[in-house]
């Protein structure tokens, strides 16, 4: 993320004084801005969360086997059966 973009928004949070001289040490270790080093990292983790849930690449071999394990009938498979109507460990 380049530290330069223009910034409407503001974030306001809450931290430890402890959490503040980490993040703190680790901006300065790394040469950014408090702020830079904080929403780099912030939108760095974002993105991991977000890239599983909506996000995937795949060369055209691996996307038309895709979308043909999408479109095929799904198969029953009796010991999947079994164990998922098996009580749940945690929940009893």
Do not use: C, Y
């Not at 974002?46 to 086997?65: K, M």
């Amino acid at each position: 993320m380049n530290g330069r973009t223009a910034r409407d928004d503001r974030l306001n949070l809450r931290a430890s004084r402890e959490q503040t001289e980490v993040i703190r040490l680790a901006a300065q270790i790394s040469e950014a801005t408090v702020t830079e080093f904080v929403l780099g990292s912030a939108v760095a983790a974002a993105e991991r969360v977000l890239v599983d849930r909506r996000w995937f690449e795949l060369d055209d071999a691996n996307w038309v086997a895709f979308h043909a394990a999408l479109d095929r009938p799904a198969v029953l498979k009796p010991r999947l059966s079994a164990l998922l109507s098996e009580p749940d460990p945690f929940t009893g």
